[in-house]
């Protein structure tokens, strides 16, 4: 056998993937819904490759973010969510088209490659937004959350029609950043 035969190049393939999830500090869970490798090797891949940056990279431990209310809660970070979630449309993250019910439920989003796709969007929001209050794991549960459709979907801004992270089923019109802020709202009196 070769060493570049498909199953080598897809067991490096999670491999490296958990290394970058990791790096981005994704609780053990995370990496193993999106590699499939057990709770066991990936806290041996820590150990292995990380002790070095130890100190600087925690292991969260716990659940995963899963309040939808988190990416609502502020202008600042709605907009941030908003910029995320265009990075995460336009890298391929999210489903071009949105099921919806059971069918929703059996696409899965997790795999190695929509995980290296991930990355990619994350690491090019940090570029953007280096002090970005959104964190990995919230911009995993980003995208699931707006993959399902369920709670959360991309919107308009009913002022500007800018692109808006907002509930499924809102309360009242949505308004980006922009729209909403004081001087904005004098401006239109």
């Given at each position: 056998m070769r060493i570049c035969d498909?199953?080598?190049?897809r067991e490096r393939a999670r491999m490296e993937l958990a290394l970058r999830f990791l790096r981005h500090e994704a609780r053990t869970q995370t990496i193993r819904a999106w590699t499939g490798l057990s709770d066991d090797r990936i806290r041996k891949l820590y150990r292995s490759y990380m002790?070095?940056?130890?100190r600087e990279l925690p292991r969260h431990r716990g659940k995963s973010p899963?309040?939808?209310a988190y990416f609502t809660r502020s202008l600042r970070v709605q907009e941030e969510s908003a910029l995320l979630a265009s990075m995460l449309s336009l890298l391929g993250v999210l489903p071009a088209a949105h099921p919806t019910g059971?069918?929703?439920e059996?696409?899965?989003l997790a795999s190695v490659r929509r995980g290296e796709l991930l990355c990619q969007a994350f690491e090019a929001f940090r570029l953007l937004l280096p002090a970005a209050q959104i964190s990995f794991e919230h911009a995993v549960f980003l995208a699931g959350a707006l993959a399902r459709g369920?709670?959360?979907r991309l919107g308009d801004c009913g002022g500007c029609g800018s692109l808006m992270v907002t509930e499924r089923f809102p309360l009242r019109l949505a308004r980006c950043v922009h729209c909403a802020s004081p001087q904005q709202a004098r401006s239109h009196a």
């Open positions: 498909d199953r080598y190049s002790s070095h940056v130890r899963h309040q939808v059971a069918l929703a059996a696409l899965p369920d709670q959360l």
